[in-house]
Structures are given as C-alpha cells and as structure tokens.
C-alpha cells in the first residue's frame, strides 16, 4: 500500500500546472459531490498507480485535492508533518480549530462527504498560518484509509497530539 501511496504522490506533483488547479479548486467546491469537473478527474485518474475501489476513491480523491493547495514543492520546506502535529502547531493562535478538530475526530466515516469536506478548512488554516509547513499527505491518506479501524487507533493518536496543544 505504501509503495502505491508514494507513487501516487509522484505522479500528482508531475501533473501540470492546468491539472493540479482543478484539483486545488475542487477542494472548495466538490468534494464529496457527483458533479466533478472533468479536468480536475483527468488529473486524478491519471495519477492513480492501482485501480481503487468506490467505497476508498473519494478519500484518494480529497487528498489530492488537498495536496495540489500547494503550488508546487518549490514553496515547500523539505520536512513533511501529519496534519494532526501541524494543527497542534497552530491551535493555540487559531481557537476554532480544536473545535473542527474535535468534530472532525467524533466522524465514524472518513469517506462521507461531510468528513471530507471538514478536511478543507482545517487545512487551510494550517497553509494559511505555517505557510512553510508541509503536510505530508501519504500519511495523511493512510490514516484516512485506517479511520474505520476498530481500534480507533488513528483518531487516539490525533487526539493525543491535539492534546499536548
């Protein structure tokens, strides 16, 4: 899984400039909708290294939208930190993201639209606070993947994190 993580990423950051725009401006608009433009499916589509299935996709999807909010890595520091520690970075200066945070952790399902569609804010505030923090958005993914487990072990670790804020 991780290996198809990285090479998804890759091949995002090689999308063109046209491409990567529509998934940026999909974040705002579309997630977790039918009505997706189809440049913005073009790009993701053509990124995918596996093919995926329909219960998963729209939480690939809403990573790379999120992802491509960045410009490219140029605009980039070169260390990458889970959404969870780059939001308890800023909570403190940005009060109404613990509450997102908290809702956002209360989610059963991490591929509804409602969830989804909470992601956006959320990391606006950390792009437009620590715009030289980069999210790393595989890890990102792989706990989008895992939040239905069991054992709630991801969304334990965000509110750990969040705690120590």
Known sequence: MQKNITEFFNNLNELGTTERAALSHCVRKYL???????????????????????DVEPIWFAVACLSCLWRDSEELSSEEIPLEEAVAQIIPE?????????LLLKSLQSNDSYFLSSLYPIVQHVRQQSPET?????????????????????????????AKA
């Open 32 to 54: 977790g909708e039918d009505q997706i433009p189809g440049s913005a499916l073009a790009g993701f589509y053509k990124s995918l290294p596996v093919e995926l299935s329909e």
């Open 94 to 102: 940005v009060f109404p993201l613990k509450h997102r945070m908290e």
């Open 134 to 162: 980069r999210i790393d958005f595989g890890k990102l993914l792989e706990d989008l993947l895992n939040w239905e487990n069991p054992e709630h072990d991801v969304q334990k670790r965000w509110t750990k994190t969040i």
